[in-house]
């Protein structure tokens, strides 16, 4: 029968006579599992970051474009040709089963002004269903209706970034502001949403009545016009379902033949942003594989040192097993002391490669997520890598040959 707590002691004793050579044995097992560690928290906090600010674009989201104007035989991009119109998102809401709710938008650039305080942004007349198109709530007061679009109301909702450089501390509802020099109440502000994947700022944004943007801020080339239609689809499922009743919505209110190409652009912004998602993870992966190669090279390092302590303690194995020690007994040893550089060594690791990744988040302000099955996956791979390397210096210290290993020097 293996004698385990026998085979214990004698491993730890040859582990604590060679201190420095067992920390420098760990030192591989160290730098692997903290570099797996801290490279899986990098990956998975781009990806949590890259998640939220899918999340704050909206979901299952589409944006038509209006078409693309021609200067000087030069093809211009998409949204330069005003071709949309209210009209145009009033028959997708109508006549598309797969489309739940539409914005259409009319934007541009604009000074807004409050008291000796100017701030220059982007302002967007739309429909109250921008709200929930882009499912985003009020922070404090009120959204403007459908009867202010009606009446061309001068009535705004502001961003969290106009708020602070317009009115810092101060609460902007109910108080009057000039973009243009024309006078809007402020009815409500916006919850913050931060940046897009795009790294736009999405709260240095004025929304206003769409009619007001179009009678009395950016005029309009022909009644009704807009630039932009933000479509939310009833699921992610039905997006492609959207896109393609869209289409055909379009190409029939717009009296294009079967040849003509479409004056408007589709796109699919929720798959825009699973791409995005998805490189996200593959880097996550990726910088996770990079760094476990760390860990076989520490393992390789265990590997080295077992072998060559057989070698320096042949004489040492011969006596044992001259006194009776089973050829399990040594390879447990050797076994043992394998197993205990690496879990030690994969325990300071899990404590360097946390406190590197917060280190990381904090120094290099990158987004950092410790998640706990990527410590246990780094401390396991540890541990099989220890019992893996460690196992054929013990196979090769225990078929030594008694009388061979007592006559060694």
């Not at 801290?38 to 989201?61: C, D, F, P, Y």
């Not at 459908?146 to 961003?159: F, H, I, R, Y």
């Given at each position: 029968?293996?004698?385990?707590?026998?085979?214990?002691?004698?491993?730890?004793?040859?582990?604590?006579?060679?201190?420095?050579?067992?920390?420098?044995?760990?030192?591989?097992?160290?730098?692997?599992?903290?570099?797996?560690?801290?490279?899986?928290?990098?990956?998975?906090?781009?990806?949590?970051?890259?998640?939220?600010?899918?999340?704050?674009?909206?979901?299952?989201?589409?944006?038509?474009?209006?078409?693309?104007?021609?200067?000087?035989?030069?093809?211009?991009?998409?949204g330069t040709q005003p071709t949309l119109s209210t009209g145009d998102a009033?028959?997708?809401?109508?006549?598309?089963?797969?489309?739940?709710?539409?914005?259409?938008?009319?934007?541009?650039?604009?000074?807004?002004?409050?008291?000796?305080?100017?701030?220059?942004?982007?302002?967007?007349?739309?429909?109250?269903?921008?709200?929930?198109?882009?499912?985003?709530?009020?922070?404090?007061?009120?959204?403007?209706?459908?009867?202010?679009?009606?009446?061309?109301?001068?009535?705004?909702?502001?961003?969290?970034?106009?708020?602070?450089?317009?009115?810092?501390?101060?609460?902007?509802?109910?108080?009057?502001?000039?973009?243009?020099?024309?006078?809007?109440?402020?009815?409500?502000?916006?919850?913050?949403?931060?940046?897009?994947?795009?790294?736009?700022?999405?709260?240095?944004?004025?929304?206003?009545?769409?009619?007001?943007?179009?009678?009395?801020?950016?005029?309009?080339?022909?009644?009704?016009?807009?630039?932009?239609?933000?479509?939310?689809?009833?699921?992610?499922?039905?997006?492609?379902?959207?896109?393609?009743?869209?289409?055909?919505?379009?190409?029939?209110?717009?009296?294009?033949?079967?040849?003509?190409?479409?004056?408007?652009?589709?796109?699919?912004?929720?798959?825009?942003?699973?791409?995005?998602?998805?490189?996200?993870?593959?880097?996550?992966?990726?910088?996770?594989?990079?760094?476990?190669?760390?860990?076989?090279?520490?393992?390789?390092?265990?590997?080295?040192?077992?072998?060559?302590?057989?070698?320096?303690?042949?004489?040492?194995?011969?006596?044992?097993?001259?006194?009776?020690?089973?050829?399990?007994?040594?390879?447990?040893?050797?076994?043992?002391?394998?197993?205990?550089?690496?879990?030690?060594?994969?325990?300071?690791?899990?404590?360097?490669?946390?406190?590197?990744?917060?280190?990381?988040?904090?120094?290099?302000?990158?987004?950092?997520?410790?998640?706990?099955?990527?410590?246990?996956?780094a401390f396991c791979f540890s541990a099989i890598v220890g019992v893996a390397?460690?196992?054929?210096?013990?196979?090769?210290?225990?078929?030594?040959?008694?009388?061979?290993?007592?006559?060694?020097?």
């Open positions: 029968m293996i004698n385990v707590s026998s085979a214990l002691k004698v491993s730890f004793r040859a582990l604590w006579v060679n201190k420095m050579r067992s920390i420098l044995t760990m030192l591989g097992i160290i730098i692997g599992v903290g570099a797996v560690i801290a490279m899986l928290a990098v990956g998975s906090g781009a990806r949590q970051k890259i998640s939220e600010q899918i999340a704050s674009m909206g979901s299952n989201l589409l944006q038509i474009l209006s078409g693309a104007s021609t200067s000087g035989g030069a093809r211009m991009g998409a009033e028959a997708i809401l109508r006549d598309a089963p797969a489309v739940a709710d539409v914005a259409p938008s009319l934007n541009g650039v604009a000074q807004v002004v409050y008291g000796n305080m100017n701030w220059s942004v982007g302002v967007y007349g739309s429909t109250p269903s921008i709200l929930n198109v882009r499912d985003w709530p009020l922070a404090s007061g009120k959204p403007f209706t459908d009867q202010d679009v009606k009446t061309a109301s001068k009535v705004c909702l502001l961003g969290q970034t106009v708020v602070e450089n317009l009115f810092g501390a101060d609460d902007p509802v109910g108080k009057a502001v000039r973009i243009k020099n024309v006078p809007f109440t402020v009815l409500g502000v916006l919850e913050s949403k931060g940046q897009s994947p795009q790294g736009q700022d999405q709260d240095d944004i004025v929304y206003v009545p769409v009619t007001t943007a179009q009678k009395k801020l950016f005029g309009t080339a022909f009644p009704g016009m807009v630039r932009v239609i933000m479509v939310k689809a009833v699921s992610a499922e039905d997006l492609p379902v959207a896109e393609r009743q869209i289409t055909e919505i379009l190409r029939q209110r717009h009296r294009l033949g079967q040849k003509q190409d479409n004056d408007f652009t589709v796109r699919n912004l929720t798959q825009m942003m699973q791409a995005s998602e998805q490189s996200a993870e593959i880097m996550t992966l990726l910088l996770g594989s990079i760094a476990s190669v760390s860990l076989l090279v520490g393992g390789i390092g265990i590997m080295n040192i077992m072998l060559v302590s057989v070698t320096e303690r042949t004489r040492e194995i011969g006596i044992r097993m001259a006194v009776g020690a089973k050829t399990w007994d040594i390879r447990l040893q050797f076994i043992i002391e394998a197993l205990t550089l690496s879990i030690f060594g994969g325990l300071i690791g899990i404590a360097s490669g946390v406190g590197g990744s917060y280190a990381l988040s904090s120094i290099a302000e990158w987004p950092t997520l410790v998640s706990a099955a990527s410590i246990m996956l390397f460690g196992f054929y210096p013990a196979y090769k210290a225990s078929m030594l040959n008694p009388i061979e290993a007592l006559r060694y020097e």
